[in-house]
């Protein structure tokens, strides 16, 4: 058994992709072994800032040979078929095949060959040049006298077989056994042998740690211990302690001091300016909880001082951005946020429908509309919605996209806003993930899902879909934000309803747009006034119909009666987003472990009410868990496939078609069920209108022993055709009665 060390010696590795290429070399290397018939007993790998190593321990020193069969013709066929036979098999001759006999497919040739086994030093030779050559970064450069492509030049190679160079040249770069340290602290170079001896002698003189898992606890022990002795409690950010593990080979860390005059500037701005320009982590005082005036940097040097220079340096970097983003704070606050919003009429959302002005028209209207249905004052909505996207041209956004929301609630306050308003502006973006938090304050709540909506029908109207995993204008997100934001708020807000102006309103946008769009194309007047004005009768046709849509649907008091009137004459695209709110919730319910086919049985009601929804799908999923529930499936599942089966042959008679006289001569039964069915539809309608779920699902329980007796008892295929058409409407009033809650048809299992 041998020992593999490969280690490809570059410049500086771009922190982002250290861990991804640690992961890609390690599993080229160990595919190219596997494929050439090696095996192994142990494989790893380690990354840093110049470094990519891989190990594989107890390596086969050479492949066993490996013995091929070949099958051939029939003994006895003709002479064409064995001369391929013989060239396929590298035979000269048919006497050197075997000749195996088959009790079915009688006596036929068989060419045996033996391949023989290859030198573990002969595969890998092979093998890491055409790894290195075709090896996929994100980014690359090529060497001036060469076609040799990697992420940074490639100074070194060290290639070892159980102590011994395995020879090979990529790029004009040799294979050897020597590597380098530490730039400063100790360069080398140094002379390895196996990984235990280039672990030691570079971990030891060299000032290299070589995994990123030691790396990553170093830091964090000295972050941990700089932070205790000063009274301070670091801000984790998991994605920074990422980036400077791939920034240090021997990471020292050092507490700085920046000027305090600075933590006059939002908090947001100044952990952002560390994070983003200088690698910086921030603190808070232990006490307060304040942030303190002092920053956290991950230094890749032990200074002989203690790192005294480092943090002043440092410290004097950080105060230039800091000046520079006080000018913006400054120059920004002097700027009210209406005149950076008039800005936004100038900047372009999509072609098809407007501007970002235009995009903040349509959101305060509907957030104005929202509000008394998430509790929000009607005003307040449409000032904070108004106001939500001003920041966008700011200095200070400008400088940190990932401020948006978060400095226009600054300016709000500075101005003299009122609190809800400023909040929403800052919390309409959310969530942006599913890790974010959602907005619960009423305004808030308003704005984000009027900003969501909009997108969403927007999209939709010009048609625009998610396709496959492409998601440019990250819909998925928006509409998961949007079920989120409803089912953890438990609003009663009915999404289709909610949609029908937005989608007149985006649809007169693309009327607007296509106008705008049309003075900008070379025409003469004559033709552009003809396409103009085929525009406008386009629009007016659809306008007048969706006003007149609109009004008919106005005096609604619920989204259940829009649905059972009016479902069919609802908008393509909203019609076309309620199925994909529905994959959505479908998504964030099985990722509470809830099933997927409880949610279509549900939805297949019409119900768009997204609260009630889960509701029903919860006591649905408790009611399926009883015996009782398990039972009346299984009855419901008999009394639809005898429907459809009648189905098939004409139609059935309606469930209002019970005669109860016939009912009354019948098996005892056949007027059990028919007193049970009376009960059930009586009590049904009260727990329905309360939103008692449960209750409903008690109520429906009182189905299960008639259903099974009257199976047990009564022949519905009765030689009376009247008796026969009767049970069949009893068994079509079962189905109804269970329909009221869920169509049990959608149920698997």
Known sequence: MAELLLELFSEEIPARMQAKAEADLLAAVTGKLKEAGLSWKAAFGVSGPRRLTVVVEGLDARSADVREEKKGPKVGAPEQAIAGFLRGAGLKDISEASIVSDAKKGDFYVAYTTVPGRDAKDVIAEAVPEIVKTFHWTKSMRTADGDLRWVRPLQRIVCLLDGAVVPFEVGGLASGNVTEGHRVHGRGPYTVKSWADYKQQLEGKGHVVLSRDDRRAVILKGIEAACSGAGLQWIEDKGLLEEVVGLAEWAVVVLGRMDPDFLDLPPEVITLSMRTHQKYFAATDAKTGKLAPVFIVVANIAASDGGAKIAEGNARVLSARLSDARFFWEKDKATPLEVMGEKLKTIAFKEELGSLGDKVERVAALARELAPKVGAEPDLAERAARLAKADLVSEMVGEFPELQGVMGRYYALAAGEDARVADAIRDHYKPQGPGDSVPSEPVSVA??????????????????????????????????????????????????????????????????????????????????????????????????????????????????????????????????????????????????????????????????????????????????????????????????????????????????????????????????????????????????????????????????????????????????????????????????????VADFSRIEG
């Open 447 to 740: 704005v984000a899902l009027a900003d969501k909506l909009d997108t969403l029908v927007g999209f939709w109207a010009i048609d625009e879909k998610p396709t496959g995993s492409k998601d440019p204008f990250a819909l998925r997100r928006a509409a998961l934000g949007v079920v989120r934001i409803v089912l953890e708020n438990k609003l009663k807000v009915g999404l289709s309803y909610s949609m029908i102006q937005p989608d007149h309103r985006a649809k007169q946008a693309i009327v607007r747009a296509s106008l705008t769009r049309l003075d900008t194309e070379k025409l003469d007047e004559a033709e552009r006034a003809s396409k103009a004005k085929a525009i406008k009768e386009q629009f007016a046709r659809y306008d007048e119909d969706a006003k007149g849509f609109i009004a008919r649907v106005a005096s609604l008091k619920t989204e259940a009666e829009l649905l059972a009137s009016f479902l069919d004459q609802l908008p393509p695209t909203i019609l076309n987003l309620r199925e994909f709110f529905s994959d959505r919730l479908k998504q964030v319910l099985r990722d509470q472990g809830k099933r997927h086919d409880l949610i279509d049985a549900v939805f297949a009601l019409g119900e768009d009410d997204l609260v009630l929804i889960v509701k029903r799908v919860e006591a649905l999923g408790a009611f399926l868990a009883t015996e009782d529930g398990a039972n009346l499936l299984a009855g419901y599942r008999r009394a639809a496939n005898i429907l459809k089966a009648e189905e098939k042959k004409g139609a059935l008679p309606g469930a209002d078609k019970v005669d109860a006289k016939l009912v009354a001569k019948g098996p005892e039964a056949e007027q059990a069920l028919a007193k049970a069915l009376g009960d059930v539809k009586a009590t049904l309608a009260g727990p329905l209108e309360t939103e008692d779920f449960a209750g409903a699902m008690t109520v429906l329980a009182g189905l299960r022993a008639p259903v099974d007796a009257f199976f047990e008892a009564v022949m519905v295929n009765d030689p009376d055709a009247a008796v026969r058409t009767n049970r069949l409407a009893l068994l079509a009033g079962v189905r109804d009665a269970i329909h009221q």
